[in-house]
């Protein structure tokens, strides 16, 4: 059974840093595509960021673009979030994502519990 277990969230001051984590377990391959959304309470999911595995092609939401940066661990099937330069607006919960099939970005068959990150002004 596929697991997704996000790390790395908390409190953060705006302006400062945070690394999200998700390792992924369950499956003896890699995952085809991994990828990170947020979401409050009471408001829509939102996509941040994806990321494939095989070419490392990613894609960011114009929100994150240029202060967010998603990368991957191969041999420990692990997708990372490196948040920079957070500001206030960031604050939700993030949740991971992954597929083991080919699809367009920012869809996947397998989610994680999420991690909160509030960003404090």
């Known amino acids: 059974q596929v697991q997704l277990v996000e790390s790395g969230g908390g409190l953060v001051q705006a302006g400062g840093s945070l690394r999200l984590s998700c390792a992924a377990s369950?499956?003896?391959?890699?995952?085809?595509?991994m990828g990170w959304f947020r979401q409050a309470p009471g408001k829509e999911r939102e996509f941040v960021s994806h990321i494939n595995w095989r070419g490392g092609f990613t894609y960011y939401a114009d929100s994150v673009k240029g202060r967010f940066a998603i990368s991957r661990d191969n041999a420990r099937n692990t997708v990372y979030l490196q948040m920079n330069s957070p500001k206030p607006d960031d604050t939700d919960i993030y949740y991971c994502?992954?597929?083991?099939?080919?699809?367009?970005?920012?869809?996947?068959?397998?989610w994680g519990q999420g991690t909160q990150v509030t960003v404090s002004s």
């Open positions: 994502a992954a597929t083991w099939v080919s699809r367009p970005a920012g869809d996947y068959d397998y």
């Open positions: 369950g499956r003896t391959s890699s995952p085809s595509a």
